[in-house]
């Protein structure tokens, strides 16, 4: 059974960083796509960073030249670093992988960013 847990979420001030890691496990054979979405209170969830398997990166507008997504093959990871965070980047961050089968989610990670 495939699983993703994430980690690395907290408080930070405005202007700070913050690395997120979301740890994979279980048998995988295909995947399409695979990233990080982000839901803030009261909206819808969007995504933030995307992979699609042998493509380049997407990033939401709002976040280019801020965050970067990457893979540690390593350790199973995938993770986002975070900097130069905005208030407006609070919201509880969520790794996502898509097979041909199926959409998994991890359980979500608080980010806050305040002062």
């Known amino acids: 059974q495939v699983q993703l847990v994430e980690s690395g979420g907290g408080l930070v001030q405005p202007g700070g960083s913050l690395k997120l890691s979301c740890t994979v496990s279980?048998?995988?054979?295909?995947?399409?796509?695979m990233g990080w979405y982000r839901q803030a209170p009261g909206k819808q969830r969007d995504m933030v960073a995307s992979y699609a398997w042998g493509g380049a990166t997407q990033y939401a507008d709002s976040v280019k030249g801020r965050f970067t997504f990457s893979r540690d093959t390593t350790k199973n990871t995938l993770d986002l670093q975070m900097n130069l965070l905005k208030p407006e980047d609070t919201a509880v961050y969520y790794c996502?992988?898509?097979?041909?089968?199926?959409?998994?989610w991890g359980q979500g990670t608080q980010v806050t960013v305040s002062a």
């Open positions: 996502n992988l898509d097979t041909p089968q199926k959409h998994y």
């Open positions: 279980g048998c995988i054979v295909t995947i399409n796509n």
